[in-house]
């Protein structure tokens, strides 16, 4: 039995983001994405507002995660994908989609960011392993791909991280009944696959600024399987700067 884990948990999570932190958080967000409607490379940039607001390390990993410049969410609005023809086949960024679920199953902190995709903190830096929260999140992942009346999932998971062979066999078992057809690859190089797909799922930046179109799984699951998730809520910032906050 996998052991009882709360996914992306920190101590100091209710005093970095809720409270008198989360109208700072959002004013650095302000401060981030100017710097990156001016070209600022995202590292330097907030790097720049981090040590300004003097913020935490896991505040500044936020800011980073949550919040992009306006040319890039606009990209990203236009290639995602509410909906899709009867049997298409969708390609999974499979430890990005799994964990960020597990961090919600554990009501860990969770990041709306400006893209409108939901991030999580969890920084587990090539090592992972099964948690009791694991089967539960593949199954979300596999009640809404039916929803969707996919014909074909495809997970992909990276083979340099710790026990993907075994996420990949939970991921068969847990879908081995799945009224379509489930695949999983460990394989190198997950990020440049995806970037050349259609219809990818995850919430990674990078795959999502090159691939051809992508899919907001996670967000859709939590909305609808997870009423009123107390999110860390930057997609305020995402309105024209002088209508936010």
């Known amino acids: 039995m996998c052991k009882t884990v709360q996914r992306g948990y920190s101590p100091n999570d209710k005093t970095e983001f809720y409270g008198d932190a989360y109208p700072r958080l959002l004013t650095a967000g302000q401060d981030l994405r100017y710097l990156l409607d001016r070209g600022y490379p995202i590292k330097a940039a907030s790097t720049f507002v981090g040590n300004h607001f003097l913020l935490s390390e896991r505040q500044r990993l936020a800011l980073a ?23 298409s086949v969708v390609h999974i960024d499979g430890f990005n989609t799994v964990i960020t679920l597990e961090v919600a199953l554990s009501r ?77 690859e460990v394989i190198h190089n997950v990020d440049t696959t995806l970037e050349k797909l259609e219809n990818v799922i995850t919430s990674d930046a990078i795959i999502l600024d090159k691939c051809i179109s992508w899919i907001n799984l996670n967000s859709r699951i939590i909305e609808e399987s997870m009423e009123a998730y107390p999110y860390v809520d930057f997609s305020v910032l995402a309105c024209r700067p002088n209508d936010c906050l």
């Open 108 to 184: 860990s902190l969770l990041l709306k960011c400006m893209d409108g995709t939901v991030r999580d903190l969890a920084a587990l830096r090539g090592t992972y392993r099964l948690i009791d929260k694991t089967a539960p999140a593949i199954s979300l992942i596999g009640d809404m791909l039916e929803r969707y009346g996919i014909g074909k999932a495809v997970f992909y998971l990276d083979a340099p991280v710790s026990n993907s062979g075994r996420l990949k066999e939970q991921i068969q078992t847990v879908l081995g009944q799945a009224p379509f057809e489930v695949q999983a």
């Open 65 to 87: 995660r949550a919040v992009s410049s306006s040319d890039n969410i606009e990209s990203r609005r236009k290639k995602e994908q509410t909906a899709l023809p009867q049997g």
